[in-house]
């Protein structure tokens, strides 16, 4: 950073100059744990044993979060399944209870794109078809990427008039928001694209756009799309569109090691029976319980309010 042609390229500068803070701001969180740790042995409480096992714990997990992408931001999707109104009502609860584990850790959530259901659920959530976000803070995708994966929801359904109960699932994506210079080095073919104009949308009718402001755009091959309706210009939408889209493809192509895009594709999995990675039943007994680390809680309400640690852990330590 201090050769004096640095700000050449500024792009590049601009990531080593985030990097530094970040690598800065963690020596320093580094060096004020163990300037606590010897306050502790010299005067502490319990108390103050407890907050710092807590604060060296959070710490802790960052060890285990050494992929390549794991401290970028992370750009997270979900899709109902299997279950209609049911399945679409989850789809809310689970927008809710990842904004709410954003909120825990002071992260930043913002919708770039949601498809709403028809009819309301409780506490006045509309339903949800598909809701993409980006989830903005330190090690996000490091985090949240093993969430990938189908949610299942066993409970009393609020829309059977015989009070029946029902199963829903949820698909969930996250993907990292992968830096922009290497979304700059891929070129789309403008051949390979289609894109699709239409009307941002609200729940029950509120803030529409009556502009075709909203963006999908599909990339022919691979079939793969990306869609934003955030923005309040078609310009901006078709934009943001196109990197969310370059992201999607940026990872199939490390996933598959840069083979042909056209045969990487492959099957969706299927957000129903047998493909679920975790269960939260509501009845007839509470209970969450992740079926990859065996991780289980009775604090369901607790676990949709946000509080995923306990999981996320678990599954970040899973070799």
Not at 280 to 300: F, G, I, M, N, Q
Request: aromatic letters at 8%; hydrophobic letters at 35%.
């Amino acid at each position: 950073m201090a050769r004096p042609d640095f700000w050449g390229l500024p792009d590049i500068a601009a990531q080593t100059s985030e990097e530094y803070a970040d690598l800065k701001k963690e020596v320093g969180e580094l060096d004020d744990l163990e300037a606590e740790l010897a306050m502790i042995e010299e005067s502490g409480t319990e108390t103050d044993l407890a907050q710092f096992e807590k604060k060296f714990k959070e710490k802790e997990i960052v060890i285990f979060l050494k992929g390549k992408y794991d401290k970028e931001n992370a750009i997270l999707t979900i899709h109902s399944g299997a279950g209609g109104f049911d399945a679409q009502d989850w789809g809310a609860m689970l927008l809710r209870m990842y904004e709410r584990y954003c909120q825990r850790k002071n992260f930043k959530f913002y919708i770039l794109h949601e498809s709403f259901g028809e009819g309301n659920g409780p506490e006045g959530r509309s339903g949800i078809k598909e809701v993409t976000v980006l989830i903005k803070g330190p090690m996000a995708f490091g985090l949240l990427k093993k969430e990938n994966g189908v949610h299942r929801l066993v409970r009393m359904s609020p829309f059977s008039a015989k009070q029946l109960r029902h199963t829903s699932f949820a698909l969930v994506e996250v993907l990292p928001e992968f830096p922009k210079q290497h979304l700059k080095e891929m070129v789309l073919k403008p051949e390979d694209l289609k894109f699709e104009f239409y009307g941002a949308s609200g729940p029950g009718g509120q803030y529409v756009n009556k502009r075709e402001s909203a963006v999908r755009v599909i990339h022919v091959p691979t079939g793969v799309s990306a869609t934003c309706q955030v923005e309040r210009l078609q310009g901006q939408n078709k934009e943001r569109a196109i990197e969310l889209l370059k992201m999607k493809l940026f990872s199939l192509m490390e996933e598959s090691q840069l083979k042909e895009l056209s045969s990487i594709k492959g099957d969706r999995v299927s957000a129903s029976w047998g493909n679920q990675i975790r269960s939260y039943v509501l009845d007839p007994y509470k209970l969450a319980k992740d079926l990859r680390t065996d991780v289980e809680t009775s604090s369901v309400n607790d676990v949709l309010d946000g509080d995923l640690d306990q999981f996320i852990e678990a599954e970040i330590k899973i070799k």
